[in-house]
């Protein structure tokens, strides 16, 4: 019980010390576990000159991490939010895909575990995780995107699968509303702390996702969304979900950037087309067109389908012929 209270505590108190994404420090927790590399920390034993140099300033403004992870339990203790860890009963099992070394030994900073998750909410976030598909695209979504994205979210929900999003306007808010009108869980992950409602624009909606469904977030309550926390949240999103399908994108957007981490991590790309005439399809259109793992869906049942493809690879053993052709 101890160990485990241990363990929660150091992890927020991390948490509060470096924004996600961090390799020198996954590495240190990775080693030696949260509660030694907070006494590391402490004493100055950081092999890291990076991240040396962003705790110098980061103790100097906070203090004590390990006071304020009492104190940010407290808080989010009586505001109605936990703090889920691995090895808690509610961890989302597909989150430990990432901090996974590749092939070439090397971790993607990009692709870095979380050290511990918000929940806002009063599901399961592991159950709600179980079956789950992440849903985003444009934010000036337009009503073609709308209509699709309705659709689809409608039908997943209707087969009992969780819908995930960003909690932002457009094809999001879409997505979480349709899950909310099926009585279906839907899942908000935030770049901010579960106790901002942000956009401020969908603090109804959000407020909503918080009694129903559920918020969450790897920051701290009360840290502010800010731009590069936007594109680190990106990974969890992909990593939470069994699979994500994209509604609208223009070229560069966050949505395409989203779609990357999910290709990142094997895990089925599913792309909704649109008009060639419109910039907020382009992007769809690229990635249908050059990577060649993209599934070109239009109806719910090609979403199942490839979901269903993707559980039988995860779960069919290789072939003596594949395995053979793998190690050449």
């Known amino acids: 019980m101890t160990d485990r209270h241990d363990d929660r505590a150091a992890r927020v108190a991390l948490s509060h010390l470096v924004e ?32 040396r140099a962003r705790l110098g300033a980061a103790f ?7 006071r304020r992870a009492d104190a940010a339990l407290h808080r989010a203790e009586r505001f109605g939010a936990r703090v889920v860890v691995p090895g808690d009963d509610e961890w989302p099992a597909s989150v430990d895909d990432l901090g996974v070394a590749g092939a070439d030994g090397r971790i993607d900073p990009g692709l870095l575990a979380p050290l511990c998750l918000w929940v806002r909410g009063p599901g399961s976030l592991r159950d709600c995780a179980r ?11 337009t009503a073609y995107g709308i209509h699709a994205c309705t659709d689809l979210a409608s039908g997943l929900a209707e087969h009992g699968w969780s819908i995930v999003a960003g909690g932002a306007f457009g094809i999001d808010a879409a997505a979480h ?9 839907t ?8 106790d901002r409602l ?30 590069h926390r936007f594109l680190a949240r990106n990974r969890l999103v992909a990593a939470v979900a069994s699979g994500a399908v994209l509604v609208e994108a223009a070229r560069r957007s966050g949505s395409i950037h989203m779609m990357g981490r999910v290709l990142d991590l094997h895990r089925p790309a599913m792309v909704v087309p649109g008009p060639i005439t419109s910039a907020l399809s382009a992007g769809c259109h690229e990635l ?7 599934t070109l869906v239009t109806e719910t049942a090609h979403i199942l389908e490839a979901l269903d493809r993707a559980e039988i690879a995860a779960t069919t053993p290789p072939t003596s012929s594949t395995s053979r052709r793998r190690r050449g």
């Open 198 to 227: 942000y956009p401020a624009g969908n603090a109804a909606l959000l407020e909503q996702i918080a009694a129903c469904g559920l918020l969450v977030s790897e920051y701290p309550l009360g840290t502010e969304p800010v731009r």
């Open 131 to 141: 079956r789950s598909v992440a849903v985003v695209g444009a934010r000036a979504a």
């Open 288 to 294: 249908l067109r050059t990577r060649p793992e993209a």
């Open 60 to 66: 100097a403004v906070g203090g004590d991490p390990r």
């Open 177 to 185: 509303r349709a899950a909310l009108s099926r009585d279906s869980c």
């Open 187 to 194: 899942v908000a992950v935030l770049a901010c702390g579960v």
């Open 20 to 51: 996600p994404g961090n390799l020198g420090l996954h590495e240190m927790v990775r080693d030696g576990g949260a509660v030694v590399t907070v006494q590391r920390l402490l004493s100055g034993d950081i092999p890291d000159e990076s991240l």
